[in-house]
């Protein structure tokens, strides 16, 4: 059973055929643009369902793809995806509270696990610069064939930049 159930908004055609043109020009970039991450110049822009939208066409193209919510400060993924079960956020993993396993997520989509923030922390960009998010990207690079990750806002805090150079790529 899954831990998630995402209720998918009904995309009109064009709207559709955007996203599997954005997942087409990922495939192009090349096998070894794997982590990529969704980020926006301000808040409200979109980011969140560009994210969830890719990673949703992703996986029905039959990759096998995990969504990380790394907006550590305001997501808006937490109001519209709930977890069931005992699984706990990427803040608590990234402050060495739970194990790896503890905050991948299933969803009711094949192809498709998320790992949710979790509570907010106090210091966001100190745990996304930190070895630990190396380290989990670095694990995630092996079993998925793409890491999504929605970050926050580039103009609005500092976190979209310090992961930077752990990620093969960004959508703006």
Do not use: W
Not at 74 to 98: F, H, P, Q, W
Not at 150 to 167: L, Y
């Amino acid at each position: 059973m899954p831990d998630i159930k995402i209720k998918r908004q009904k995309l009109t055609t064009p709207v559709e055929e955007a996203y599997k043109l954005l997942r087409t020009n990922l495939f192009f970039c090349g096998r070894d643009k794997k982590v990529i991450a969704v980020t926006s110049s301000t808040m409200n822009e979109g980011k969140s369902m560009v994210s969830m939208n890719l990673a949703l066409s992703l996986g029905e193209a039959g990759k096998k793809v995990i969504l990380i919510d790394a907006d550590l400060r305001n997501s808006t993924m937490t109001g519209k995806i709930r977890c069931t079960g005992e699984k706990y956020g990427l803040a608590y993993y990234l402050s060495d509270m739970v194990t790896f396993d503890q905050v991948i997520c299933s969803t009711d989509y094949e192809n498709l696990d998320i790992i949710m923030t979790g509570r907010f922390p106090p210091n966001p960009a100190e745990l996304l610069s930190g070895k630990t998010f190396r380290n989990m990207l670095d694990q995630l690079r092996h079993i998925y064939d793409y890491v999504i990750i929605d970050t926050p806002p580039v103009n609005i805090v500092t976190d979209a930049c310090v992961i930077a150079e752990k990620i093969t790529g960004y959508i703006c």
